[in-house]
Every structure is written in C-alpha cells, then in structure tokens.
C-alpha cells in the first residue's frame, strides 16, 4: 500500500503527517511500500531522511514536481505520485533520465521551464487541481477541463499562461481556436440551493 499522509498543519510538520507517527505506521504496517510526500520542502526532507532510518525499505515518492531537483540531490527520490504526469511526462521523463545518467547539463536546460511551469500550477493550493485539468486539456488529452462544483470554472488568463508556458517547453497544445471554443463552451454552474433555518 501507498501512503497518501495529508494532515492539517501542526508543529512539527507541515503538508502531511509528523515523523514520528509516520515511523510508527510504517512499522506497524509493513505492507506499506511507498509514501507520497506530501510535504513542504523542509518537512520532505526530514520525513525523508526519517523514512531512510526504517529496517525495511519503504519508497519515498515526490508529489510536488516544483521541487524533484531539490528531491534528487538530497537523495530522497525513489519514484513520484504526481498530478504533474497528467501534462509533462516527457519533459519529466527527459529530466529524470539525464539526472540518473549523470548528464546534468541537459538536466539543467531542462528544469528551469519545468520548475516555472509546476511552481505556477501549485501557487495557489486551492486552485492546482484544476491546474492540473486544464494543461491535461490543453494537450489534447482530455476533452474538457471542466470540473465539477464547488470547483471554480478554468479561468481564461490562466489557461493562456499554462498554455504558454506548455509551450516553452516544446510541447503541443491544441490550437487557440480550440482554446477559445472551449472555454466559451463550458456547462453553466447550477445555482446553489437556498436553505432556510427556522428558529
């Protein structure tokens, strides 16, 4: 089994469950193979380097794809759980493969265009989800990037900017008609139900 170790802030972690009950579970469960990391960059790499403490291997899988560099010259990647595969797998795919080969200077041509295209889908913790949809979308992988309420509807702007920086990347996307069509095309949201409490 796979962790997915999401959890309110508290004092010693942030992002997902605290070091020493992520130990605990770990040990209690061995068939726990693997543990999406939720986490903040500091707090990735303390689980991270706890989870290296184990008797029994259990994999260490980035989720934040902003922050795989860092991951890697940390040695905390085993794998990856991440939305970012939906919409960039072969640039990612080029990437990690340089890393693990030693070629870091096509490493380094790829990652800043990728770190700028993640760090903008996760900038708002609310909002990457739908990110995630709409870049899939624009790849022509999917053929909506509508999403179900409460979530908001794509926003024209965003979908441009993600639109772009797919691009930079040397990506193909659908055409700006198609773009245009789409957004204009989306189901309307159905208005809230009113409830009325009575004293």
């Not at 500091?42 to 560099?69: C, M, P, W």
Request: charged content about 25%.
């Amino acid at each position: 089994m796979i962790a997915h170790p999401t959890a309110p802030p508290g004092p010693s972690s942030t992002g997902g469950i605290a070091l020493e009950t992520a130990l605990k579970m770990c040990n209690e469960f061995q068939n726990i193979v693997g543990w999406k990391m939720t986490y903040r960059l500091e707090n990735y790499l303390k689980i991270g380097r706890g989870l290296r403490t184990l008797d029994h291997h259990v994999g260490i899988l980035g989720a934040s794809a902003g922050f795989f560099q860092e991951f890697l010259e940390n040695g905390l990647f085993d794998g990856s759980v991440s939305g970012c595969w939906n919409y960039a797998m072969e640039p990612m795919v080029d990437y990690l493969e340089a890393w693990k080969s030693g070629d870091k200077e096509t490493a380094a041509r790829l990652w800043p265009g990728l770190q700028k295209l993640h760090n903008f889908v996760r900038e708002d913790k609310s909002h990457h989800h739908l990110k995630y949809k709409i870049a899939t979308w624009l790849r022509g992988l999917i053929p909506s990037p509508y999403m179900r309420p409460p979530m908001p509807r794509p926003e024209r702007e965003e979908t441009l900017i993600l639109r772009d920086l797919l691009k930079n990347l040397g990506l193909n996307v659908i055409s700006d008609e198609e773009i245009e069509a789409g957004l204009r095309n989306l189901p309307e949201r159905p208005r809230r139900s009113r409830t009325t409490v009575l004293a």
